[in-house]
């Protein structure tokens, strides 16, 4: 798989609720922590505020534009960021029992399509701690028209009512988050630093996509070079700039983010994982995991804790166990 296929399966992105909403004016929605989940939505007509705890500016979305919200952040989206908002739960309850079109004052000036997900992996800062609030995909974007197919199919699917459609909307539902994903990682803005940024770049993102590709080689700095075409100086100096850490310590934290998926969903002995992953002992392997999560890896591998709960607007389907973890401290997070 490519890097960002295969950080997004680690992560496990769970689709908790697709639904359709259809407001009149004057309205506002406060939605509550997405206890760090992902917000995905499209607007299909009229527009609206959003605006995230945390950020000084709301943002006017309009029909076309696409938005992602990244952080988790409690929100709130209005057509008039004066009119008292109510809460999500209220309005989209109805939408967890019967899974039909979220409706506020009878319809008809403001339609949009969302989806919310919840990262059951661990470390899901890998991906959402190098991305802003508000990730916007304007309608004037040509790449756009990449994610109006599966708009157009998600609103069929809500509204039809066929067999297995609640099926195909999750997935529907997977490739809008990557679609807006790609979209976002080809907008070459300015200073942006992260692995997510760095795949963009030609040479940088041959290394990682390396790395990625055979984890349990014994990389070394030059050979990582080659694979950029650049000079073991150069490339170390514009990976760390790129990626916020040296190649070596993406590298290592690439094999523990492995490590821990393998420890948390397999029975896979110690042993056998540091052999998978390039280590010559299971102590040499257990040392470098200890520095990384502040437990073995034994400790790991039987520590749980309760299932992610769904916010005020998700339904009653249930994750699988999160694990929780200290987060690894490398800046590429």
């Not at 996509?209 to 990389?219: E, I, K, N, Q, V």
């Not at 790129?242 to 590298?251: D, F, I, N, Q, T």
């Not at 040499?284 to 995991?289: D, Y």
């Not at 999560?293 to 009653?316: F, H, K, N, V």
Request: proline residues 5%; aromatic residues 8%.
């Amino acid at each position: 798989m490519d890097p960002l296929s295969d950080v997004l399966s680690l992560l496990r992105p769970r689709n908790y609720l697709s639904a359709a909403f259809d407001a009149g004016s004057p309205w506002s929605i406060q939605f509550p922590d997405q206890q760090g989940g992902i917000k995905c939505n499209a607007v299909v007509s009229g527009e609206c505020w959003v605006q995230v705890e945390g950020v000084a500016d709301a943002l006017l979305v309009k029909a076309g534009d696409f938005f992602l919200l990244p952080s988790g952040r409690p929100f709130r989206l209005a057509s008039d960021l004066d009119t008292p908002p109510v809460a999500a739960e209220t309005v989209f309850a109805d939408v967890r029992r019967d899974g039909r079109t979220a409706l506020l004052n009878g319809g008809g000036d403001f339609f949009a399509v969302s989806s919310r997900f919840a990262l059951s992996g661990d470390h899901a800062d890998m991906l959402l701690g190098m991305l802003p609030p508000i990730v916007h995909i304007r309608k004037e974007s040509d790449q756009a028209a990449a994610l109006r197919w599966s708009i157009e199919q998600t609103m069929q699917e809500l509204r039809g009512g066929k067999p297995g459609s609640f099926l195909l909307v999750q997935h529907l539902a997977h490739m809008m988050l990557l679609q807006a994903l790609r979209l976002h990682l080809n907008d070459r803005g300015s200073g942006r630093v992260g692995w997510l940024f760095a795949l963009a770049d030609r040479q940088i993102g041959q290394a990682i996509g390396a790395m990625h590709g055979d984890p349990a080689h014994r990389w070394t700095l030059q050979e990582l070079a080659a694979q950029a075409a650049m000079s073991r100086s150069t490339f170390a100096l514009r990976f760390k700039a790129m990626v916020g850490s040296s190649p070596m310590e993406y590298l290592t934290r690439w094999r523990m983010l492995l490590a821990a998926d393998r420890l948390t969903h397999s029975a896979d002995p110690v042993s056998a994982i540091a052999h998978a992953l390039g280590y010559e002992s299971e102590s040499a392997f257990s040392t470098a995991f200890r520095r990384a999560m502040g437990c073995s890896p034994r400790q790991y591998g039987r520590i749980g804790s309760p299932a992610l709960a769904p916010d005020g607007e998700a339904t009653g389907a249930q994750t699988s166990p999160e694990r929780s973890r200290r987060a690894l401290s490398s800046s590429s997070a």
